[in-house]
């Protein structure tokens, strides 16, 4: 016995420990390891604790950027920079001379309580943590097609002390498409088809532009053709305008020629404005000539006065001046009021002398 005893001593001592994960404060870190499976060794722990806990772990990820709650690069400000994991102010004050380095890898956290995950995270390795003292369980050894499979298992679930039935669609769909996994990618789809709730679809759509690259932007186009839901295909082409896909503007602007709802044509064009693409002043143009919609035709006035000044600006004294619709004319004066240019000033001073 008493040899038995000193060999698993020895074993114990040979075995390393993990260090856990390195930028986390104010926490009682324990490690875990994923071997047996992520969702046996998550499901064991938020069912063994009745307080509230974060469970968390790390996956690669493509993000060229840091993920984090508040960033100092706006401010440039290197102290300020972190995420305070739990209370009302998200950022973190921190001493550290430089950030950590970029990793490639995302944490995905949970905070569980009661049994149950009320609160989802995604945040980069480079991002310091406050656990604001609750206790941080970190699990090893995790296989991201694992984790992209649990994490769906909470879509539908009400966030934790949400008002109006608000769910954890949106932290889901964010945590899943910044896995490198090509799971990540079929998980999205599904959330994204036919039959599913039309919050998700959206959640899904946006972060399929945002996050997931060409195969992101194939599905958005066809959905963008084949939809039978307005709503979603106008809330595609907002998310087309995240996708740094150069056939992305492309998309857009076939929606604002083709698509046979004159709002989702609108739209298209007011998007198709904040894309900054040099194809949109030629296009906004083509729907105020061509478009057979005067509602249309208004909102392409108005995607006119979102272009940078020096496109916009000329093109709204055009229409104003020759525009055959007496209604197009008179919605470009308004936007022209509104945009205090000397230009425009000019441009009614000359009208009024006539």
Request: net charge neutral.
């Amino acid at each position: 016995m008493q040899s038995c005893a000193l060999v698993a001593a020895a074993l114990s001592l040979a075995t390393p420990v993990p260090a856990g994960p390195q930028g986390v404060k104010n926490a009682r870190i324990e490690s875990r390891s994923a071997a047996s499976g992520l969702a046996t060794a998550v499901k064991a722990e938020w069912a063994s604790r009745p307080g509230p806990a974060w469970i968390g772990w790390s996956v690669p990820t493509h993000l060229e950027h840091s993920a984090c709650c508040w960033s100092s690069e706006d401010t440039g400000d290197s102290r300020c920079r972190g995420c305070r994991l739990d209370g009302r102010n998200g950022s973190v004050w921190t001493d550290d001379d430089e950030p950590l380095e970029r990793s490639g890898r995302v944490r995905v956290l949970l905070r569980a309580e009661g049994g149950r995950v009320g609160r989802i995270r995604a945040v980069s390795e480079d991002c310091p943590l406050d656990a604001g003292g609750l206790p941080f369980v970190w699990i090893e050894d995790v296989r991201p097609a694992e984790s992209v499979a649990l994490l769906a298992t909470f879509v539908g679930q009400p966030k934790d002390g949400s008002k109006g039935g608000k769910r954890l669609d949106g932290a889901v769909t964010m945590a899943i498409a910044f896995h490198v996994d090509p799971s990540a990618d079929a998980a999205l789809e599904r959330f994204l088809a036919v039959g599913q709730p039309l919050e998700l679809r959206k959640q899904a759509a946006f972060w399929m532009g945002q996050a997931r690259g060409e195969r992101g932007y194939q599905l958005l186009k066809r959905v963008v053709r084949e939809d039978e839901d307005r709503r979603l295909r106008e809330h595609v082409i907002f998310a087309l305008t995240q996708s740094r896909e150069p056939k992305a503007v492309d998309t857009i602007i076939e929606a604002a020629r083709r698509d046979p709802d004159a709002h989702v044509r609108g739209q298209a064009l007011f998007w198709l404005a904040q894309t900054a693409s040099r194809q949109a002043p030629g296009a906004i143009q083509s729907a105020l000539d061509d478009d057979p919609e005067i509602d249309v035709k208004k909102k392409a006035v108005f995607a006119l006065s979102q272009l940078p000044k020096d496109e916009g600006l000329p093109l709204l004294i055009g229409v104003a001046k020759s525009h055959r619709s007496h209604e197009v004319r008179k919605q470009a004066m308004f936007w022209l009021g509104q945009s205090g240019d000397p230009r425009a000033l000019a441009f009614f001073e000359d009208v009024l002398k006539r």
